[in-house]
């Protein structure tokens, strides 16, 4: 692909690179892919349920990029039940990388003032019991 950077939606309403998105290879949406998960910041938005869909499609893609999310010194924690609730749970398997559910298991016994607020650690206690983490 010529120029990724034209696949970025434009805005919350531009459903109309979800497609070319989901055609790209690995290595052409990891170079796009940190950009993209900023779609998740807020599911309210219209391209955000189906952005989420096509993110959670690329586990080998996705791990090396939420793991930058989930810390504890990142406060935007409702992007962080987002990653949770909309991508994270799309996977039936746990992610390959165990820092990951090293953080999951943070947020869900130690969690932050804002991840308590949010609902971010019921979220990560309800995907670590669904395998039997917790």
């Known amino acids: 692909m010529d120029n990724l950077q034209n696949l970025i939606p434009k805005d919350k309403f531009d459903l109309s690179t979800i497609d070319a998105i989901t055609a790209l290879s690995d290595s052409e949406i990891d170079e796009i892919y940190p950009i993209l998960l900023t779609w998740l910041q807020d599911m309210n938005w219209p391209v955000s349920e189906p952005m989420a869909g096509v993110l959670a499609s690329r586990k080998c893609v996705a791990e090396k990029h939420i793991l930058k999310i989930l810390p504890a010194e990142q406060n935007d924690d409702i992007w962080k039940y987002n990653i949770i609730t909309y ?8 992610p390959s990388d165990p820092r990951i559910v090293d953080e999951i298991k943070r947020i869900a016994l130690r969690p932050t003032d804002g991840e308590r607020d949010e609902c971010v650690a019921d979220a990560a206690e309800k995907y670590l019991t669904q395998f039997n983490l917790l």
């Open 87 to 94: 991508l994270l749970s799309k996977w039936p398997e746990l």
